[in-house]
């Protein structure tokens, strides 16, 4: 992977400032440390830097096509590009790098704006047609790689991430209420939102194309769709032997991982004590013909710690993990490091662990690892799946039936969600859905703690709203395969491919690639019949369990699903360092005007006393820990000022235009 950015002119007549390109360069330089690359043109100016993987020796970007009249500068992967090499090459296409980013000026030749359905991994690309003035910044399917922009006057902004966007000078760093919400909604930020104002995310299977000007006027960026995820008719999913199936879903999952082996750098794996991980482990084992290096974390807390199972898992493999011992202070000494690399506030504390981990790949000098997220979503791994098909069983036995009754009734136990309101959040998302009770309680925390100023911003708004959801599809699908398709738009690139994936890896400069999100693997899963996913109510991933069993022991194959996740409040306020209470001081909160100052104080004392958070409960201890994850947020994003933890200095808006130069029509 590698750090994109650049500006776009939307009267298409300026030269860029070469020093605007090269301090939003500098500000991704973890994404690429290996080289750098500009591109300068009338309305135009990219920049670029490399994590070196595929053509380690050629492949500076920005990347031309033969003329020099299309060019690209891309983060991300292509794993079949040898394929597509050939396949241009036979239509005549001339390639003069090794990258695999070059198929797509190529491509582009050859299907212009069709070419992302011809592309194959995970990506974020900025393409530039210079003859027809023509800009395509595109994003993978499923948003493993990610790319934001910000409209500022008459200039587009865009990059790898937000730090460069600031970097920039344009873009002034402010909260946005709405954004915040969600994290305090879904755990997660999704579809466009981010935490700061005026900044979006291009969403995962879209593309922004700005046609620039021949004349005067400006260009209107029109984001398009290109791709979603889909499933079958309720009753036209497909089934039959498990033997034959697994057979099926083996071929696939092995050519996923075979093709993510791909790279001119070794590759490396993730290993935890649960089967997502082992199974593509051991199918990389089996690919090759040799074990792949991995990687386990030791955490310090009994109810934590998997490295006895993934020592196990290990042993069949025939691999020799390195195990990362995380220590008692981790997630205090490294949490500053985390909001900085993820650009919001984490309210997961096990992300710093993951931090530590990709740490140590690089310490050894590796850049690609191997990881098992996405098969959860593809085969219904959690336990809110179970619960949400046992409450459809009882709410209405096996009939199509897109509302519960008994579920709102859940949902309302503990919360202050009227029904009206409940209501309305089913018909957002087409729900109830597995995730409407999590999501219920996870959002008590908001009515806690938030102050009454920053519910007045928000006015009626819910996150819900947000939400790019098919409902006219969903209602024609199995209750489970709506629930897998939430889970697919929110959780997956809110909280596990950014937070817990491409962000912390890349802080660290390592890519993250991920089998279970192979184009084909989604499609096969979505395509089955959701008894081979959750089996009887209770026995999630059946055919994934299945498929492992013949390549690993059966108790690693059927070991139960544990949700890695760290103490919540008490990470921060049991023995409170210094920075956690400046940030909860009354001052701070003030300050920030996030939260209630009188209930945070009240409830933060009562864990300090008691030296836990569970007379709270898990959510609130959630939401305080969301509360101590935001102030610092806003200490490190929006100025500093509120303890003493240093901050980077933010850049000011420079003196000159970011196109300096103008350029006659």
Request: aromatic share 10%; charged share 25%.
């Amino acid at each position: 992977m590698c750090g994109i950015a650049g500006a776009i002119d939307l009267a298409g007549k300026r030269l860029p400032d070469r020093a605007m390109l090269q301090r939003m360069a500098a500000a991704l330089v973890h994404r690429g440390p290996d080289d750098s690359g500009f591109l300068s043109a009338p309305g135009v100016g990219f920049a670029h830097r490399r994590l070196s993987i595929v053509g380690l020796l050629d492949g500076r970007q920005p990347i031309y096509n033969e003329d020099r009249t299309v060019a690209v500068i891309c983060n991300g992967e292509f794993f079949d590009h040898p394929e597509r090499r050939a396949e241009l090459e036979a239509k005549g296409h001339v390639f003069s790098t090794h990258s695999d980013s070059e198929i797509l000026v190529h491509l582009y030749e050859e299907y212009g704006e069709e070419l992302f359905s011809h592309l194959k991994g995970q990506f974020a690309f900025a393409l530039v047609d210079l003859t027809r003035g023509i800009v395509l910044l595109g994003r993978d399917r499923v948003g493993i790689c990610p790319l934001f922009w910000s409209r500022q006057g008459d200039t587009v902004y865009f990059a790898s991430e937000i730090k460069a966007l600031i970097a920039s000078g344009a873009v002034r760093p402010d909260a946005d209420p709405r954004g915040l919400d969600h994290l305090f909604t879904f755990f997660a930020l999704s579809s466009r939102r981010t935490a700061f104002k005026g900044v979006q995310a291009l969403e995962p299977g879209h593309y922004l194309r700005i046609e620039l000007p021949q004349g005067r006027g400006l260009a209107s960026p029109v984001e398009r769709k290109y791709w979603d995820f889909d499933f079958p008719d309720w009753g036209d999913e497909l089934d039959g032997d498990v033997e034959q199936l697994t057979d099926s879903f083996q071929s696939v999952f092995e050519r996923a991982v075979d093709i993510r082996l791909r790279a001119d750098v070794p590759v490396v794996g993730y290993l935890s004590g649960g089967v997502d991980s082992a199974f593509v482990l051991a199918t990389a084992a089996r690919v090759a013909g040799r074990p792949v290096p991995s990687f386990t974390l030791r955490i310090p807390k009994k109810n934590l710690d998997e490295v006895d199972e993934a020592m196990e898992a290990a042993q069949a493999i025939g691999a020799h993990p390195t195990v990362v011992q995380a220590g008692s202070d981790l997630i205090t000494d490294s949490y500053a490091s985390l909001t900085r690399a993820a650009e919001c506030p984490v309210l997961d504390t096990s992300c710093a662990a993951l931090l530590a981990l990709s740490r140590e790949v690089r310490s050894q000098g590796y850049k690609v690892v191997l990881t098992g997220e996405g098969a959860d979503e593809g085969f219904a791994g959690y336990i809110w799946f179970k619960m949400r098909e046992i409450a459809r069983m009882l709410d209405y036995g096996d009939t199509f039936a897109p509302t519960a009754a008994l579920s709102r009734a859940v949902r309302r136990i503990g919360t202050k969600q009227s029904t009206t309101e409940l209501r309305r959040i089913d018909a957002l998302i087409g729900g109830p859905l597995a995730q409407s009770v999590m999501y219920s309680l996870v959002s008590t925390s908001r009515d806690r703690y938030f102050s009454a100023g920053f519910k007045e911003e928000l006015g009626g708004h819910v996150a819900y709203e947000d939400l790019d959801l098919d409902l006219d599809r969903m209602a024609r699908w199995h209750p489970l395969n709506r629930s897998l398709y939430l889970g697919y738009k929110v959780h997956l690139p809110g909280l596990l491919i950014s937070q817990k994936g491409d962000r912390i890896a890349m802080a660290n400069s390592v890519e993250t690639r991920y089998p279970f999100l192979d184009e084909d693997v989604i499609s096969f899963a979505s395509q089955l019949s959701p008894r081979w996913k959750l089996r009887r109510r209770m026995r999630d991933k059946y055919l994934l369990r299945h498929a492992a069993g013949r390549v690993l022991p059966r108790n690693v194959a059927q070991r139960p699903k544990h949700m890695f996740q760290a103490p919540l409040a008490d990470s921060f306020l049991v023995n409170a360092p210094p920075f956690v209470r400046e940030l909860i001081s009354e001052e701070s909160l003030k300050r920030t005007g996030y939260f209630d100052v009188d209930q945070v104080q009240r409830d933060c004392a009562l864990v300090a006393a008691q030296g836990s958070s569970r007379g709270l409960g898990r959510f609130y201890s959630l939401g305080l820990g969301g509360v101590v994850a935001t102030q610092l947020w806003h200490h490190v994003y929006l100025g500093g000022g509120l303890c003493s933890l240093p901050v980077d200095a933010q850049p000011t808006a420079a003196e000159e235009a970011p196109f300096a130069q103008a350029v006659s029509a």
